[in-house]
């Protein structure tokens, strides 16, 4: 797994990124629609237009404090959820067209987006994508590459209204504890925590469409 880190500071806390290995700019998202999936030859499932995939709030994963009979030493758990479209940022992987017609876009530009985790204590980045692997899928990885190609056609749903699509990874926005052993029963002390946004092996072409 391939992961770029680089640290920042605030008056908090300590911040670790794994940061976007790529430059450019993208538009925001809105609301996805659904499209169909295609399986590449490097395991990466294409997935466009995924309607109804994200979430509008987080969703709840850890309902009760982990105990030391359980877990051993310091570990991360999951306390919250939510499904994210991550954009690529780079040119070449977002397009606006209209009114009305059919947008064909292509991905002309290669990159890879990256795990990026803040934090408010040391912690092993890797930690937090393993405990997200367990927890919530086992498609999410620290780094989901993008390659040039990628072709989709999507008809704008109607004359006044402009079409946007963008290309990302699938993943997950989500918030996370670190816990540590407490005396010689299965107490537990949280000694971190943080959030972090994560890709999947899950890529394709997000669609939404505005008034102008």
């Not at 940061?19 to 993208?26: D, M, N, Q, W």
């Not at 987006?113 to 934090?119: G, H, N």
């Not at 937090?128 to 899928?137: D, N, Q, R």
Request: aromatic content about 8%.
């Amino acid at each position: 797994m391939h992961i770029r880190t680089r640290s920042a500071s605030t008056s908090a806390a300590a911040v670790l990124l794994l940061c976007f290995t790529t430059a450019g700019t993208a538009t925001a998202a809105d609301a996805p629609v659904g499209g169909p999936v295609v399986v590449s030859e490097d395991d990466t499932t294409e997935i466009n237009d995924r309607q109804g995939w994200e979430d509008e709030t987080e969703q709840p994963v850890l309902d009760r404090e982990p105990q030391r009979c359980e877990l051993s030493g310091t570990w991360i758990k999951i306390t919250s959820k939510q499904a994210y479209h991550i954009p690529s940022w780079w040119n070449g992987t977002s397009y606006k067209d209209g009114p009305g017609g059919t947008m064909t876009v292509s991905v002309t530009k290669s990159g890879t987006i990256t795990a990026e985790v803040s934090t408010t204590a040391e912690v092993e980045a890797s930690m937090v994508v393993a405990s997200a692997k367990s927890s919530i899928s086992y498609k999410i990885s620290g780094s989901a590459t993008i390659t040039t190609g990628h072709t989709y056609s999507r008809t704008i749903s109607s004359n006044k209204k402009y079409g946007h699509m963008r290309y990302g990874s699938w993943g997950y926005k989500v918030k996370w504890k670190q816990y540590r052993a407490k005396g010689n029963g299965c107490g537990a002390t949280q000694i971190g925590s943080g959030t972090a946004t994560l890709p999947t092996k899950e890529t394709g072409w997000k669609y939404w469409e505005t008034s102008s």
